[in-house]
């Protein structure tokens, strides 16, 4: 499982990732057209997973076998896995299904997050960490407040 993981998070970032760099200061007026140049990954098989189609219902990520978080530090890329069922999943899904949508700009530096599905399919973000933004299809999403202690709680499983 821990392969399958490695190589889905791997096709996100060797598919240009799904952050976007957009220009201009983050938060912005309300009334301003997002700043978010994301796109997905394209719809094709990567190790027997598809990305899931537009959706706006982030709610499905509880419904997910495992996630995969990589991101970038001073060292490199670091990836991590956690499956469902752990209280470590459990908090990171809950405050991505908590997520709201806003009209800001995610900063793109590798980083992603990724949610297998049980049909097969997957979720997957680009991650701005720093601003605590999520993107993918062109949106951004501010999850919910505990997000980033949900994702510390994931790195430091590891080893």
Not at 22 to 30: L, T
Not at 50 to 61: I, K, Y
């Amino acid at each position: 499982m821990y392969v399958i993981a490695l190589i889905v998070s791997g096709a996100v970032v060797a598919c240009g990732g799904v952050l976007g760099c957009g220009g201009g200061a983050r938060g912005g007026d309300a009334d301003a057209p997002s700043l978010v140049t994301a796109n997905t990954a394209p719809s094709v098989s990567l190790a027997g997973h598809v990305e899931v189609g537009d959706t706006h219902d982030l709610g499905v990520v509880q419904e997910a076998k495992f996630a995969s978080l990589m991101v970038w530090t001073d060292g490199g890329m670091r990836s991590f896995m956690v499956v469902a069922g752990e209280p470590e999943f459990i908090r990171l899904a809950d405050a991505v299904s908590r997520a709201e949508l806003v009209k800001e700009t995610a900063v793109d530096d590798g980083s992603s997050l990724v949610f297998v599905l049980k049909d097969g399919t997957m979720i997957s973000f680009g991650l701005d960490r720093d601003s605590r933004l999520l993107a993918r299809a062109g949106q951004a999403w501010r999850p919910g407040e505990d997000f980033v202690e949900a994702l510390v709680a994931v790195e430091e499983r590891a080893p």
